[in-house]
């Protein structure tokens, strides 16, 4: 069984669940910039990042941490997003300096973990072609691959152009310019209920906040509703309970 933490943004959701009663922990990203309506400070969200980082270290193999919008900023920037402008160089060298511990997704068992979801819209446009090349339509793992990387290979190098221009994107429901956001921006509203971008696969995403609880379709479920999940892969019917 996969548990699966949705947007973290300072909260301590994440220590409740034991993590030796799961095969795979997930994060899904945005571990900082806590909303001001919470009163988490934002010194206690660093020492929460810290936490995760170290929980990561010490199951290196069962815990993946994916990235959201609200870490990728602190690399290569966005005006969008509220940000720690005051501790902006210590959760930078955080990154910077654990940048090997992340991924901007996984696939497990045919069921697809990112940020936010992959549109295939996005994947089509003409400026993330140019940096990705052409990707299989059948299989999210070659556009996942890519990405992480593209990742690797921008911290590495000390050079975000090409990593912003693939995902730096974000649709008019976000306020940007685009007809579909990119895998750590689009929005689940950017998708119907009907829509199967990935045939044979499961996705699973955060990144927009839901108040009535998870959102979860045929195809797809967004999480981000503050609290942690378990996901049970039956035959080809994936389950979805809040723990």
Same mark, same amino acid.
């Given at each position: 069984m996969i548990l699966v933490n949705p947007d973290v943004h300072g909260r301590t959701f994440w220590k409740d669940p034991i993590v030796d009663d799961y095969s795979q922990v997930i994060f899904l &990203?945005?571990?900082? =910039?806590?909303? /001001?309506?919470?009163? !988490?400070? #934002?010194?206690?969200?660093?020492? *929460?990042?810290?936490?995760?980082?170290?929980?990561k270290k010490i199951f290196p193999d069962k815990i993946t941490l994916l990235l959201g919008n609200h870490d990728t900023h602190y690399l290569f920037g966005n005006d969008?997003?509220?940000?720690?402008?005051?501790?902006?160089?210590?959760?930078?060298?955080?990154?910077?300096?654990?940048?090997?511990?992340?991924?901007?997704g996984i696939v497990l068992d045919k069921i697809s973990f990112t940020h936010a979801p992959i549109h295939p819209e996005w994947k089509n446009?003409?400026?993330?072609?140019?940096?990705? &090349?052409?990707?299989? =339509?059948?299989? /999210?793992?070659?556009? !996942?691959? #890519?990405?992480?990387?593209?990742? *690797?290979?921008?911290?590495?190098?000390?050079?975000?152009?090409?990593?912003?221009?693939?995902?730096?994107?974000?649709?008019?429901i976000r306020g940007g310019l685009n007809n579909c956001g990119s895998p750590?921006?689009?929005?689940?509203?950017?998708?119907?209920?009907?829509?199967?971008?990935?045939?044979g696969y499961y996705q699973i995403f955060g990144h927009t906040q839901l108040r009535e609880g998870p959102a979860i379709f045929n195809h797809f479920a967004c999480l981000d509703c503050r609290k942690p999940f378990e996901v049970l892969k039956e035959e080809d019917k994936v389950i979805i309970t809040e723990v």
């Amino acid at each position: 069984m996969i548990l699966v933490n949705p947007d973290v943004h300072g909260r301590t959701f994440w220590k409740d669940p034991i993590v030796d009663d799961y095969s795979q922990v997930i994060f899904l &990203g945005d571990y900082l =910039d806590p909303y /001001p309506w919470e009163n !988490i400070d #934002k010194k206690e969200a660093i020492n *929460n990042f810290k936490e995760i980082l170290d929980l990561k270290k010490i199951f290196p193999d069962k815990i993946t941490l994916l990235l959201g919008n609200h870490d990728t900023h602190y690399l290569f920037g966005n005006d969008d997003c509220r940000i720690d402008s005051v501790n902006y160089d210590e959760i930078r060298n955080l990154f910077i300096e654990n940048y090997e511990l992340f991924k901007i997704g996984i696939v497990l068992d045919k069921i697809s973990f990112t940020h936010a979801p992959i549109h295939p819209e996005w994947k089509n446009n003409s400026s993330v072609k140019n940096v990705l &090349g052409e990707t299989d =339509d059948k299989f /999210p793992e070659d556009v !996942i691959n #890519k990405l992480n990387n593209l990742w *690797n290979k921008s911290v590495k190098k000390n050079n975000y152009l090409d990593i912003n221009k693939v995902l730096g994107k974000a649709s008019w429901i976000r306020g940007g310019l685009n007809n579909c956001g990119s895998p750590i921006w689009a929005d689940v509203r950017e998708l119907s209920d009907e829509d199967d971008p990935w045939p044979g696969y499961y996705q699973i995403f955060g990144h927009t906040q839901l108040r009535e609880g998870p959102a979860i379709f045929n195809h797809f479920a967004c999480l981000d509703c503050r609290k942690p999940f378990e996901v049970l892969k039956e035959e080809d019917k994936v389950i979805i309970t809040e723990v």
